[in-house]
């Protein structure tokens, strides 16, 4: 199972995730630097836990469509591949950030507007450079499509998977920096069926490395980290362990 470091950034700089309450969120207080820069935290993670993959979110692009362009054009210059969230609604948005050198882009339900604009870019991309992030907050869909609000996580799953999405985040903001485990162990053993081919990566609240086993039983093929690493609640020895799973 891949351990798959988590950079939140708002306004230019790394923050910490808690509970998806971003008004909140205040520059992350890390063990293993004291910047909040996110090309010196990425280098500092990836150098301390010798990983490679990055999960990016954008919560300035998310929230307020301001791409941090500059920093992500910074982090795609090093050996690190990224998978970046930065509230895709168009599929203007999702070149811009392969142009950057973006390796995979999220199209996450909190900003798609519906089945036709996913078709459209699997489409026009192609299903290996996207990742649908399944977005809940309390197990219920954050969704920027009214319908989907009331709909169960996984037939929301299964209609985008119908498109031809084949690469699933699933992310309950909710459990995000509380330390509290993740909440979405059951649905992601739900999911492992309908992505036989696929990959799903999961997260949020994973406080050690029980956390981390729970997530590897449940087939996930990535667990996406955050707090932990930078709390030294997970050292380098307990992620590689997990890491060549």
Known sequence: MEIIPVLDILNGVVVRGVAGQREHYRPVDSQI???????????????AF?????????????QFQQLNRCSLAELTRGKTSLIVDRGVRSPADVEELLDLGVDNVV???ETLDGLDTARMLVTTFGAERLF?????KDGRPLAANSSWRTTEPFDI???????????????????????????????????RSLLPGGSIITGGGVS????????????????LVASALHDGRLSAEDVRAFHSL
């Open 33 to 47: 630097t004291s910047s909040c820069d996110p090309a010196v935290i990425l280098q500092t993670v990836s150098s």
């Open 50 to 62: 010798d990983l490679h993959r990055f999960y990016i979110a954008d919560l300035d692009a998310i």
């Open 107 to 109: 199209v996450a339900l």
């Open 132 to 136: 649908l992030s399944l977005d809940l």
């Open 157 to 191: 799953a299964q209609q985008l998977v119908d498109v031809g999405l084949q690469h699933l985040i699933v992310l309950d903001l909710a459990a995000v920096g509380v330390n509290e485990g993740t909440p979405t162990i059951e649905l992601c053993q739900r999911l």
């Open 208 to 223: 050690g490395c029980e956390d981390l086993a729970k997530i590897a039983t449940a087939g996930a093929d990535g667990a």
